[in-house]
C-alpha cells in the first residue's frame, strides 16, 4: 500500500518494507473522529479503503471542509517531522480502514535509512505547493469561482462527454468547502441548471459542458 502513496514516491524498495513492517492497521466506523484539531500529532494515516473528510471548526462549531480524501491518500503527515498539535480534524464519511506509522517508529526506520528523508523533503514540498494554490484560489477568487473550482476538483470523466462527482453532495456540503452561505451556493447551482452547464442524477452533479469563466 505504501508504494502508492505520493509521500513515499522516490523510495526503495527496502525502505519501505522498513516503513510497513512498523506500521499497523486501524478501522473506523461511519463517522468518527480519527484526529481531532489542537490534539498532540504523533502519527501518520494512510487511507487504505473508504473515505474522510478534512475540516476546520471555529469557537461557534462552524466547520469548514478543507478536503475530502479516499484510498491512497494520506494525513497526518506533519506528525513525522515536527511536535507541533493536530492543524485540523478528519471525520470518516464512511466505514475506513488505515495503515498507521507512529512517529517513534518513523524515527527509528529514519536512523537505519536517512535517505528517506530526503524523499519526504521533496514530496512534502510539492503537497505545500498545492495547498499555497488553494489558499490563492480562496483568496483571489470570487464565491462562484471558488465553487465552480469544486465542482471541477471533485468530478471524474464518465466516457460520454460528461462529468461526474461520486461525492453526494449537499449545498451546504459545498459552502463549507468555500467559505460561503448555503443560500449563496444554492443560487449558483440554480443559475448553472437553467443554464444546462449542470444537472442532477439524484444526489449526484452531473457536468454537461465547460462551466463558465464568470457568473
Do not use: W
Request: glycine share 6%; net charge neutral; with cysteine.
Amino acid at each position: 500500500m505504501l508504494e502508492k502513496v505520493e509521500l513515499f514516491q522516490g523510495l526503495s524498495a527496502e525502505e519501505l518494507a522498513a516503513l510497513s513492517k512498523t506500521s499497523s492497521e486501524r478501522s473506523f466506523p461511519k463517522n468518527t473522529v480519527v484526529i481531532h484539531e489542537n490534539e498532540p500529532a504523533d502519527s501518520l494515516f494512510v487511507i487504505v479503503s473508504g473515505k474522510v473528510k478534512v475540516y476546520c471548526s471555529d469557537k461557534n462549531g462552524k466547520e469548514f471542509i478543507m478536503n475530502t480524501q479516499g484510498p491512497g491518500d494520506y494525513f497526518g503527515e506533519l506528525a513525522l517531522v515536527d511536535d507541533s498539535l493536530r492543524s485540523a480534524s478528519v471525520r470518516t464519511v464512511e466505514k475506513s480502514d488505515f495503515v498507521v506509522i507512529y512517529k517513534d517508529d518513523f524515527n527509528a526506520v529514519l536512523a537505519a535509512h536517512p535517505n528517506i528523508a530526503k524523499s519526504l523533503i521533496r514530496n512534502l514540498a510539492q503537497r505545500v505547493r498545492k495547498l499555497t494554490a488553494d489558499v490563492k484560489s480562496l483568496a483571489l477568487q470570487d464565491v462562484y469561482g471558488r465553487v465552480a473550482n469544486v465542482l471541477m476538483d471533485l468530478s471524474e470523466e464518465r466516457g460520454d462527454g460528461t462529468l461526474f462527482i461520486p461525492d453526494k453532495l449537499t449545498q451546504q456540503d459545498i459552502a463549507d468547502r468555500v467559505g460561503a452561505s448555503r443560500e449563496m451556493v444554492a443560487r449558483i447551482l440554480k443559475d448553472l441548471t437553467i443554464g444546462e452547464y449542470i444537472r442532477f442524477e439524484g444526489r449526484h452533479i452531473i457536468i454537461n459542458t465547460r462551466l463558465p469563466a464568470k457568473y
